[in-house]
T-cell receptor, first 112, second 113 residues
Framework: ETGVTQTPRHLVMGMTNKKSLKCEQH?????MYWYKQSAKKPLELMFV???????ENNSVPSRFSPECPNSSHLFLHLHTLQPEDSALYLC???????????FGPGTRLTVL | GENVEQHPSTLSVQEGDSAVIKCTYS??????FPWYKQELGKGPQLIID?????GEKKDQRIAVTLNKTAKHFSLHITETQPEDSAVYFC????????????FGRGTSLIVHP
C-alpha cells in the first residue's frame, strides 16, 4: 500500500441510492485528487483540492459531490447515479500540485 | 490546455526483450513528466519521472528520455520480465495547467514468458 487508503474497495448501488467514498492519506500531503477510470478510457480527473480548497473541477455532473474536511481526508458523495457512472474511482495525493502523485487502490463502483 | 498522446495502446513482447512506450505533449511550458505502472486491482504507482532540465534518467532496467524540442518523451524497459506486465501511463504537467498532470491513455504491456 502507498499510504493512501480508500473505502470501500467495492460498492454496488442502485440509481436511487446515496453513498459516499472515503479517501485518507497518511503522507502529510497538501493536495488530493479524485479520478474516474473506465475501461478503455484515459484517467479522468474529477476534482482537485489543494490545502483543503477546491482548485479544479472538470465539469463533473452534480450527482458527484466532493468534500475535503481536512488535508488528510477526501470524500466523494454519490446520489442518483447512472449505470454509465460504473467505474474504478481512484483517489491520489501529492505534496503539492505538480509533484509525484500517490494513488490509493481505488473503489470499484457498480451502478445497477 | 495540455494534450498527451501515448502509443502504442498495447505492446506484446517476449521475456528478455526491450519495450518502448512513447508519449507526446502539446504545452511547451510543461516541465514534469512522470510514468506510472498500474497492476491489476491496484492504483497506479510512480516508477520513474523526469524534469525538463535533463534529457535522460535511468533506474536499473527502466529509463526515460525527453526531447523538449520535439515535445516527446519515452519509457524504455530492458530485459523485460513477466512481472513487468501491467498498464503504463505517461503524464505531463506544468504551469500552464496549474501543475495538474494530464495523463496519456495508457499502454497495456504483456510480457510472455
Amino acid at each position: 500500500e502507498t499510504g493512501v487508503t480508500q473505502t470501500p474497495r467495492h460498492l454496488v448501488m442502485g440509481m436511487t441510492n446515496k453513498k459516499s467514498l472515503k479517501c485518507e492519506q497518511h503522507l502529510g500531503h497538501n493536495a488530493m485528487y479524485w479520478y474516474k477510470q473506465s475501461a478503455k478510457k484515459p484517467l479522468e480527473l474529477m476534482f482537485v483540492y489543494s490545502l483543503e480548497e477546491r482548485v479544479e473541477n472538470n465539469s463533473v455532473p452534480s450527482r458527484f459531490s466532493p468534500e475535503c474536511p481536512n488535508s488528510s481526508h477526501l470524500f466523494l458523495h454519490l446520489h442518483t447515479l447512472q449505470p454509465e457512472d460504473s467505474a474504478l474511482y481512484l483517489c491520489a495525493s501529492s505534496q503539492d500540485p505538480g509533484r509525484e502523485q500517490f494513488f490509493g487502490p481505488g473503489t470499484r463502483l457498480t451502478v445497477l | 490546455g495540455e494534450n498527451v498522446e501515448q502509443h502504442p495502446s498495447t505492446l506484446s513482447v517476449q521475456e528478455g526483450d526491450s519495450a518502448v512506450i512513447k508519449c507526446t505533449y502539446s504545452d511547451s511550458a510543461s516541465n514534469y513528466f512522470p510514468w506510472y505502472k498500474q497492476e491489476l486491482g491496484k492504483g497506479p504507482q510512480l516508477i520513474i519521472d523526469i524534469r525538463s532540465n535533463v534529457g535522460e534518467k535511468k533506474d536499473q532496467r527502466i529509463a526515460v528520455t525527453l526531447n523538449k524540442t520535439a515535445k516527446h518523451f519515452s519509457l524504455h524497459i530492458t530485459e523485460t520480465q513477466p512481472e513487468d506486465s501491467a498498464v503504463y501511463f505517461c503524464a505531463a504537467s506544468g504551469p500552464g495547467g496549474s501543475y495538474i498532470p494530464t495523463f496519456g491513455r495508457g499502454t497495456s504491456l504483456i510480457v510472455h514468458p
